[in-house]
């Protein structure tokens, strides 16, 4: 019998508050502004106005966060402790932000954005696709990494199985176009590949940096790159996954795991 790739969704994340930790879905719905709804939903504020996130502020790795979608509420726990705070994102930020600022040693405030969320591209703000394969296969860099560890230093939404690694390189093209794909019935526009930042190369539970994590990264992913990536999107090679876009009128649809990928042709 002929092995047949038959891309589909194998898992799906939202980020409810950005730089947080992630919940694991069966389904999403898509917003009309091409996000998926519930992700990076909320973000933490520092006077300045920047975000808290782990480029600026280590302490945020050793936080553990669970959440409740249909109550919107968030439990949290500070990494190796036992004691857990609950609050309600919609009744009570100002109970959250008082503990963040106990925390973190500086005042914040909860900023919520139901239209987009607080995507890094703003200017495609669709979820972000990478491939279980391509997880594990990164994960073989670094002997001490497993693919789960791999997981939650990219933070992908979408993550395709059936399929060899580095096979979502095909859902983008030249700077001059994008590739039409659909996931079940949602159309996406595949725009490039994702540019990486330093947080990656930390443990996401305690900012603890892995030795050489980026030039490892950077040196294998230029020797493994498949025949079928556009090479000229690489001005460097600390990329991974795909960013996106959506046309308004795919709001409302909705995302599930076991959902097919198709690839059109480049527009």
Partial sequence: MINRIVPHVGQLFIYPIKSLDPVC????????????????????????GN?????RHQKIHA????????????????????????????KSPAALCAWLEEYFGFPVEIKQNLKIGFPDDTVSPGPTIVST?????????????????????????????????????????????????????VEFRGVNPCQRCIVVTRDPQTGKAYPKFQKTFIEQRKNTLPEWTERSRFNHFFRLAVNTRLSPTEAGKVIEVGDKIIIDLPT
């Avoid at 975000?51 to 480029?55: D, I, P, R």
């Fill in 25 to 48: 879905c069966d389904r999403v719905t898509m917003l009309e502004s091409g996000a998926i709804s519930g992700d990076r939903t909320w973000a933490i504020i520092d006077r300045d």
């Fill in 51 to 55: 975000f808290v996130n782990g480029k």
């Fill in 63 to 90: 936080l553990r966060a669970k959440f409740d979608l249909k109550a919107q509420t968030l439990s949290l726990q500070v990494q190796g402790t036992n004691q857990v705070a609950r609050f309600d994102l919609v």
């Fill in 133 to 185: 394969a391509t997880l594990s296969a990164i994960a073989d860099w670094y002997p001490e990494l497993t693919t789960a560890d791999i997981r939650w230093r990219f933070r992908a939404n979408i993550e395709i199985a059936g399929v060899p690694a580095f096979w979502e390189d095909r859902l983008f093209t030249t700077s001059a176009q994008t590739v039409k794909f659909k996931v079940g019935d």
